[in-house]
């Protein structure tokens, strides 16, 4: 279960996830490297809520009465952020391409591509530069 992190934490986690996308690419670790450019992204969207409901720290850890808050769900999480019309209208195509994350994806099979991958990278990067700058 998550614990409450500050918005400050939240980006720092996010930076490190995806220096850890990058190096597992780099290690041809493809499917890992999306994967955590998942959650890169999440704790970046996250960051950006508390900023916009001007919170000291996301509720992680649905003790708070903010169950509903823990979630994975890009949409749900870039309509709480306050730059969702900006994102849209910026970003779409970046935007686009994160949406194919899912956390089940951790299950499945199918390996992701190089190509695909490196998209991945490079829209999260891009997305998490818009979002955690306060």
Not at 25 to 54: P, Q, T, W
Not at 107 to 117: F, L, T
């Amino acid at each position: 279960m998550m614990k409450n992190l500050t918005p400050t934490e939240l980006s720092r986690l996010a930076e490190e996830r995806l220096i850890d996308a990058k190096t597992l690419f780099e290690a041809e670790r493809y499917d890992g490297a999306f994967y955590i450019c998942g959650y890169a992204l999440e704790m970046a969207l996250k960051s950006r809520v508390c900023h916009s409901l001007n919170w000291d720290e996301y509720p992680g850890n649905g003790k708070d009465g903010y169950k509903s808050f823990r979630t994975h769900k890009f949409d749900d999480l870039l309509h709480l952020s306050g730059v969702e019309k900006e994102i849209r209208a910026k970003l779409m195509s970046e935007w686009s391409i994160v949406m194919k994350w899912d956390p089940e994806i951790r299950y499945s099979s199918e390996k992701q591509k190089k190509e695909d991958v490196k998209l991945m990278i490079e829209s999260t990067e891009t997305l998490s530069r818009k979002l955690c700058t306060h």
